[in-house]
């Protein structure tokens, strides 16, 4: 891997608000949905806030697979980047993501019970541009 | 189901150039890329080409479950929908999509043994607004 591709995955996915989260769902479908990047390190660990008593929360719960995605519509350039998520509910975790006013999703506030937090761990990734893929492992980017 | 749900629904994803198609990949990890909407058929049908020797085509020879996923960015409005791919080489599907200028991809022309049609077939699908999600069957919308 390049330098210069090295620099663009990580452009790429800070220039991102959303993630497109994709996991798993009871009947072995994959599914997908857009998720805030409310925090990461780099391109190996992204955290993300939900409802416990989500559909998504439960499929992590059941089959911790996943894979998250990032796309620059207007170049076509894609990094797709495939692990684990852990459905954490502990005070670390809660206090990490929050922010005054989340009392409008999560009327108890940190500690309400249907507040949790996805934390994904990337362990290989896939950078597509210009018709081409890029396959990597995460330890390669670092970041 | 609301009229203007649907209508909702039917205009992101006309409006949407890619759909972001999610499969499962041979280690059991749900993979996401975009692909160009080459054609569809209301939201029941969609047709994407590719390489017949791409990994997606291989994991949905070998795995139909797939989901496709249209998201506006700009007002977070997302759909979801879940069913089948069938990775076509008929020639029917070969020409249904071929246009001038595709031996730039396929250089064998429309019956490149490296080009394929995947044809994607929805059975139920999500459709995420402003905090909400209303699971539909793909006979209600009908498009």
């Known amino acids: 891997m390049t330098e210069q591709d090295k620099k663009a995955i990580l452009h790429l996915v ?8 994709c996991s798993i769902d009871d009947e072995g479908f994959p599914a997908a949905k857009a998720m805030f990047r409310a925090k990461n390190d780099g391109i190996r660990t992204f955290w993300f806030s939900t409802n416990a008593s989500s559909i998504r929360a439960g499929y992590f719960s059941a089959r911790p697979q996943a894979c998250i995605y990032f796309l620059d519509a207007a170049t076509v ?3 797709s980047l495939t692990g684990h998520i852990r459905v954490r509910t502990d005070a670390e975790a809660r206090q990490m993501l929050w922010h005054d006013g989340d009392e409008k999703y999560y009327p108890k506030g940190v500690s309400d019970p249907d507040y949790c937090v996805l934390e994904f761990t990337a362990e290989r990734g896939n950078y597509y541009h210009a018709g081409n893929k890029t396959l990597f492992s995460v330890d390669e980017i670092g970041g």
Chains 1, 2 share one sequence.
């Open 77 to 79: 350039k894609g990094v």
């Open 14 to 21: 800070e220039g991102s608000r959303d993630a497109i989260v």
